[in-house]
């Protein structure tokens, strides 16, 4: 099924001139705060802020070949740091003049910055960059075309050329132990755009799901913000043996309407899109990783 992407809520902060001093709040969900001060009023430890800042990363690709670049956010999952998950798009954009997806130019000038080190050195922050195949189809990326294939496809699975001291992968959870309907909360993490710098965290609603993996991994529909910069933000639910504790269970992709069965659509309820990370998540090209 084809989308039909809001262009203020592509996810993608665009490093240029002309973005915005704000990001656009697209749905009812405008509460963002610092991680910090938001997980306290929502109850959170600060054990689980810490595994969120070890866990957490910007991405960024300055594209200076094509003017194209972007930032967005990347997670560890499942007990390896030596690679990370975010959005295809985040490494690959459509042409200025044809229009057509590629690589964001130079390639091998993305890299990352932990959620940990902004947290504490801003700007200052070190940078990693990621591995780049000489053949670049050998990359984990469930679409070459993320900006007109399935939004469940915008997935990928990079490598970081050395890893990051301290960095900690988030457990991925028991799908069968978590209740998960429409109306229950889900938890959203992801860096404050336009800098990117500023981990924050806001508390929603599920407007819509799909497990079955009909289509892709799986379809979670919200009604968090989700403007310019929130794309690969994480979904979370509450651990039901603590509370206090999160588990994730999706990451963001983007807005959307006339997805899935949460239609038709509607800019006042709004239409984040989050891709639920089940099995299906993590296979690319037809393997599992």
């Known amino acids: 099924m084809r989308r039909i992407l809001l262009a203020l809520a592509t996810g993608v902060a665009l490093l240029c001139p002309s973005l915005p001093a704000e990001a656009a709040i697209i749905g009812p969900t405008d509460d963002w705060k610092p991680l910090a001060q938001g997980a306290r009023a929502l109850g959170i430890s600060n054990k689980m802020v810490n595994r969120i800042l070890a866990a957490g990363l910007e991405v960024m690709c300055p594209g200076s070949t094509h003017d194209n670049g972007g930032v967005l ?17 985040g490494v690959i954009d459509i042409g200025r003049t044809d229009h057509k997806a590629n690589f ?64 900690q992968a988030l457990a991925l959870p028991d799908f069968d132990n978590i209740r998960l309907a429409v109306g229950e909360e889900v938890i959203l993490v992801s860096l404050k755009p336009p800098m990117m710098r500023e981990p924050e965290i806001q508390s929603c609603h599920i407007q819509s799901i799909n497990m079955s993996g009909r289509i892709g991994p799986g379809q979670l529909f919200t009604d968090c ?51 639920m990370l089940g099995r299906g998540f993590f296979a690319f090209g037809g393997k599992a990783s």
């Open 104 to 167: 964001i130019e130079p390639l091998d000038q993305c890299g990352v910055k932990s959620y940990r080190d902004l947290a504490a050195n801003g700007a200052k922050a070190t940078p990693y960059p990621i591995s780049v195949p000489e053949n670049r189809r050998q990359m984990e990326l469930a679409s070459f075309e993320p900006q007109s294939d399935s939004p469940m496809r915008d997935r990928a699975k990079l490598r970081l050329l050395r890893s990051i001291a301290g960095a």
């Open 225 to 275: 913000d989700n403007g310019f910069g929130n794309s690969a933000g994480l979904y979370f639910v509450r651990d039901p043996s603590d509370p206090t504790m999160l588990l994730p269970i999706a990451l963001h992709e983007g807005s959307h309407e006339r997805v899935g069965d949460h239609q038709p659509w509607d800019a006042s309820k709004n239409t984040a899109l989050g891709i």
């Open 73 to 89: 956010n990347g997670w560890f999952l499942g007990g390896d740091t030596s690679s990370f998950y975010t959005n295809a798009h």
